[in-house]
């Protein structure tokens, strides 16, 4: 069994990988400073918290002195509009952080990192499927940040034999999402309306076109890229469906009330992935369809 760091482990995704990696008997440590929201729910009886900003390197270096066979890491400031609003303090919790994280694994001699990135770092594609071979041009603070991390990783690897992969996530949702706030996802965000009665806010015109990837995908994803032998030297990697809906879509299949609202400055139209570079190297497909997602939600708040 291992012994593995996860960054931002108190947040949605991270829940889910932390959960995953206690049943399959691992060793897990927690660092986050609940900067997303400190939840109750998401916090696991048998791995260990630690109240850490991933922007204090000394105090990351003394956690990581204990030893550590991998870090996941996912601590981040994520959400495109808030980085808009706000580019200074996401680059110095995405962008730096990251870079901490980069160095304390490395003085650390932690083997491998895996690193949560996300299809925004893409930006508006003219092609789709998405192919990591696509040239990356980000149109927001946050989808820089995670094209940087994934640089910066790759970098360290080449300079410093740091094993590192970057995992491109498309739009994520399941159990334990974040229904709270101006930022909150849009199918917790639909799924809270719905619960209190209220008008699912479609942004914009709704043809908006996302690639939806259950949580349990990526975190299957996250733990075969830390086990592979296939990676480490920087790749890239989608993580997603390929079978994208709208936000219409979603609206039909969570079934309710809706109304327009002006829509956000940064968001890009479609996205698709190409997941076969996953499946090529770590052996990973898709295995919840949006409808079964979609149900397992709707059961579990009762609509
Ligand atoms: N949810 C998605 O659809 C999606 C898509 C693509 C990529 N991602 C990436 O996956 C990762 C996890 O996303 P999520 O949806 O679970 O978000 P989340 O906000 O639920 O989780 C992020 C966690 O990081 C923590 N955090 C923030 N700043 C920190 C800091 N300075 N130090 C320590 N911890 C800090 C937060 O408290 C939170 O618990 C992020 O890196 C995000 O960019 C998410």
Same mark, same amino acid.
């Given at each position: ?91 110095? #919790? ?5 870079? /901490?994280? $980069?160095?304390?694994?490395?003085? %650390?001699?932690? @083997?491998?990192? *895996? ?99 259950? #949580? ?5 994803? /996250?733990? $075969?890229?830390?086990?592979?032998? %296939?990676?480490? @030297?920087?790749? *890239? ?67």
């Amino acid at each position: 069994m291992s012994k593995y760091l996860v960054t931002g482990g108190a947040g949605f995704i991270g829940t889910n990988i932390v959960k995953m990696l206690l049943e399959k008997g691992h060793e897990v440590v927690v660092v986050d400073n609940y900067a997303g929201g400190y939840k109750e729910e998401r916090i696991q009886e048998k791995a260990r918290y630690i109240d850490l900003d991933i922007r204090n390197l000394e105090a990351l270096n003394v956690i990581c002195a204990e030893g550590f066979d991998g870090i996941f890491h996912l601590a981040a400031l994520p959400r495109v509009t808030f980085s808009v609003e706000n580019p200074i303090l996401t680059h110095d #919790v995405n962008v730096n952080g990251t870079l /901490n994280v $980069l160095i304390a694994a490395r003085d %650390n001699k932690i @083997k491998r990192i *895996v690193f949560s990135s996300s299809s925004s770092a893409y930006g508006n594609l003219e092609t789709f499927p998405a192919k990591e071979d696509m040239k990356a041009v980000p149109i927001s603070p946050y989808a820089l940040h995670k094209f940087i991390g994934e640089n910066y990783g790759r970098i360290f690897s080449e300079l410093y034999g740091l094993e590192f992969v970057s995992l491109r996530y498309f739009n994520v949702y399941g159990p334990y999402f974040d229904p709270e706030g101006a930022y909150a996802l849009v199918i917790g965000k639909f799924i809270k309306q719905v619960k209190n009665s209220e008008p699912m806010t479609i942004c914009g015109d709704g043809e908006y076109y996302r690639d939806y990837t259950h #949580v349990d995908d990526v975190a299957k994803a /996250n733990i $075969l890229a830390m086990e592979s032998g %296939n990676v480490g @030297k920087g790749e *890239v990697l989608n993580i997603g469906n390929n079978n994208p809906h709208s936000v219409n879509d979603l609206v039909k299949m969570i079934g309710g009330e809706s109304v327009f609202v002006p829509e956000r400055p940064g968001d890009v139209r479609f996205t698709q992935a190409d997941y076969s570079k996953a499946k090529e190297l770590l052996g990973w497909e898709p295995t919840v369809t949006l409808e079964k997602g979609i149900e397992e939600l709707k059961k579990e708040w009762g609509i």
